[in-house]
């Protein structure tokens, strides 16, 4: 038993000695543990300082980085962060609003393939397959495009994976090569054979890939009529279009018309407001218009062009970075209207002088008999040239006081009374003295109402017009006019329509000289001197033509020979001056009193012989006898003032010939003599 008891009390003492061991082992683990912890924790707050004073430091860097930064989150892609740049790129003020504003607003983006959906697209495939590197445009709040060369890339910030964005702004870039491919394809259009519109399309669109909310459009000077015409059309409605078509070059019509007037920049911030628009206000609130910039488009010497025009549907005004960008396109706008008004007068000039010189081969080769149609062709042949509605040779009398319209094209028919146009000098004086001044006159409707009665008379089956005309000079006077009519009150005329008819008009001259002279000649040839009646030689011919006709056709005709009584004593009485005067008068009563379809000649001496086709015998004595008494009635321009003349009348019959019929008529004619003068007879 006591063995048993010294036993105890040693194990326990030895079981509380191992208790107390591991009671301080424990201890030791515990307070090793907490050591290690506090290590731990001091480290993890390191670890955390520097994660902290790494995102300031990558903050900071973001914040003078020369390029846009934004940190986007890869799962609901809102911005944690995003520099200066970056919030004036997306036009917000913080990162919470460029979360708000622009990540969860499709309509704050561009259209495809630059839109929000295109964007987190991007953003996919950076977090799936890593770093991405793309371009991209934006429209930041001025309206102006900005292009970036992009990256997207997964980095750590405040101790998770998150998305950066980085972009560098290569707009400059962008814009230096689009204009560069749009300003070789304006070249190339200006060189090729491409109508200027072409060109000058090319030439706005290098301003408005700069200015994408702008519409501009570019307008040329008639020089002739002072007004703008379209050169390049923007997207207007119809109506605008129409309004501002032919605006005239002057201070207040509208932006366009005083840029041009003045030769500089003039620029409506406000359409409402502007006083120059007043004409033109309705239109441009119908194409949605709010302001307007212009730029006259400059040559080389300083003379306009047309215009350059800037349009907005909003109030503004240009800024600096607009002024600079438009010098380019206003200078190669410049250069294409001057190089196609130079090809224009080239292939214009050519073809003037194709045209001049084929009417002058025709009207220095046609001989006098067919002047008439050759005048009416040229006349056509220009009227299709100038692309107008009539052409007219105007003639003007010896004294210069009528102009008579000898030849028109398309053919001007007579008036009621059955007269030809003839403008009287008073009527022509405003021309006529236009053209002493330039060398020819351009007529528009309601510029006078002088001007206005002319294009009336020229164009009597038009209520407006206008009209060009250029002299036919005949040695130092004017002998006439060459007039081109249309019914277009604002046709052009071109300085090349004047320079082409202007030779034209003297080669016209010249033909007419030569048909006059011939026209002289011949009837100097054909008709008597004296009186004005046709000779023998030209009356024996018209003989032979009736007796040839009525005996193919069995007609007849007949023949009157007039003698004046007494001439022999009027010329010793009263000398031969008295006796021509005789004769003339008498000539003059014969010819005044016949049909337009007989025919009267002069025989020989004081004998005059008439043709009377499809007349028997019986009624060539009336006729005879009606033209006798008309001499007998008259008062001739000698003392006694009564002169008389006796006929003999004949008729042809089958087998005449001209001796026959004459020597028939001239026995009655004798048999009227010795019968006691001043009286027909008929021969048997």
């Known amino acids: 038993m006591t063995d048993v008891s010294s036993l105890i009390l040693p194990a326990v003492i030895g079981l509380a000695v191992l208790l107390l061991i591991l009671v301080i082992h424990r201890e030791w683990r515990v307070r090793r543990l907490r050591m290690d912890n506090l290590v731990l924790l001091q480290e993890l707050g390191e670890s955390q300082r520097r994660v902290k004073e790494s995102s300031r430091e990558l903050r900071e860097l973001f914040d003078h980085s020369a390029i846009s930064v934004m940190l986007l ?21 913080s990162a919470n609003a460029l979360t708000v504003e622009v990540m969860q607003q499709p309509d704050a983006w561009p259209v495809s393939p630059y839109s929000l959906v ?40 405040e101790g998770r994976q998150i998305l950066m964005f980085t972009g560098v702004n290569i707009s400059a870039r962008k814009i230096a090569e689009s204009t560069d491919w749009l300003r070789n394809r304006a070249m190339l259009a200006m060189n090729g054979d491409r109508p200027l519109s072409a060109a000058l399309d090319l030439i706005v669109a290098m301003f408005q890939f700069t200015s994408p909310y702008a519409r501009c ?82 040559a080389s010497d300083g003379h306009v062009l047309g215009t350059f025009a800037v349009y907005h549907d909003r109030p503004w005004e240009p800024a600096e970075q607009d002024i600079e960008s438009l010098t380019g396109p206003l200078y190669l706008a410049s250069l294409a ?45 220009l009227c299709e040239y100038l692309q107008v509605d009539r052409s007219l040779v105007l003639q003007g009398s010896q004294d210069g006081t009528l102009f008579e319209a000898v030849y028109s094209w398309p053919l001007l028919e007579p008036d009621e009374d059955g007269e030809g146009l003839a403008l009287t000098r008073e009527e022509l004086d405003s021309p006529l003295s236009a053209i002493r001044a330039k ?99 030209k009356t024996e011919d018209r003989l032979r033509q009736e007796i040839a006709r009525s005996s193919r056709y069995g007609n007849t005709f007949s023949l009157i020979l007039f003698d004046v009584d007494h001439f022999k004593l009027v010329n010793d009485r ?44 019986e009624s060539g004595g009336e006729v005879a006898e009606n033209l006798r008494m008309h001499v007998a009635q008259r008062t001739f321009p000698i003392p006694d003032g009564g002169v008389t003349v006796s006929a003999g009348v004949s008729a042809y019959l089958p087998g005449d010939s001209i001796q026959d019929l004459v020597k028939r008529a001239d026995a009655a004619l004798y048999l009227a003599k010795e019968d006691g003068r001043n009286q027909v007879k008929v021969s048997a």
């Not at 009529?225 to 501002?244: D, I, N, V, Y």
């Not at 090809?343 to 008439?372: F, G, H, P, W």
């Not at 005044?592 to 015998?617: K, M, Q, Y």
Request: glycine fraction near 8%; charge should be negative.
């Open 439 to 537: 060398g020819f006159c351009v007529i528009h409707f309601q510029q006078s109402d002088a001007d206005d009665e002319v294009l009336e008379l020229l164009m009597p089956e038009h209520d407006t017009g206008s009209c060009l005309m250029v002299p036919i000079v005949q040695g130092d006077r004017i002998s006439g006019l060459l007039a081109f009519c249309t019914g277009d009150d604002k046709h052009r005329w071109q300085e090349f329509d004047i320079n082409t008819v202007t030779p034209v008009a003297a080669l016209l001259g010249s033909a007419l000289s030569r048909k006059n002279l011939m026209d002289e000649l011949t009837f100097q040839a054909l008709h008597d001197r004296l009186t004005g009646l046709y000779n023998r030689g």
């Open 118 to 157: 295109d964007f987190e697209s991007w953003l996919g495939k950076a977090g799936r397959l890593g770093m991405q590197r793309f371009e991209w445009k934006l429209v930041n709040r001025s309206g102006y495009p900005v292009w970036l060369d992009a990256t997207l890339a997964s980095i750590p910030y």
């Open 73 to 93: 989150d890869r799962y609901d892609h809102s911005v944690r962060y995003a520099n200066d740049l970056a919030l004036e790129m997306f036009g917000v003020d």
């Open 337 to 381: 209207i001057e190089r196609y008004q130079a090809r224009d007068r080239l292939q214009r000039m050519i073809a003037a002088e194709k045209t001049i010189r084929e009417i002058s081969v025709q009207l220095q080769t046609m001989d006098a008999s067919s002047t008439d149609s050759g005048v009416s062709s040229v006349l056509n042949f």
């Open 217 to 298: 459009a570019i307008m040329t000077l008639d020089e002739h009529t002072q007004t703008l015409q379209w050169g390049s059309r923007p997207g207007f409605g119809e109506s605008f279009l129409k309004a501002m078509d032919n605006l005239p070059v002057r201070y207040g019509a509208a932006t366009c018309g005083s840029a041009a007037s003045i030769q500089g920049r003039v620029v409506t911030a406000d359409i409402d407001k502007d006083d120059r628009w007043d004409r033109y206000r309705k239109a441009a609130e119908q194409a949605g218009v709010a302001s307007c910039w212009s730029e006259p488009v400059l």
């Open 574 to 617: 009263f000398g031969h001056n008295a006796g021509d005067d005789v004769l003339v008068e008498v000539a003059a009563q014969l010819s005044n009193n016949i049909r337009v379809a007989d025919f009267i000649g002069r025989w020989g001496g004081e004998e005059f012989l008439v043709i009377l086709p499809e007349t028997s015998l």
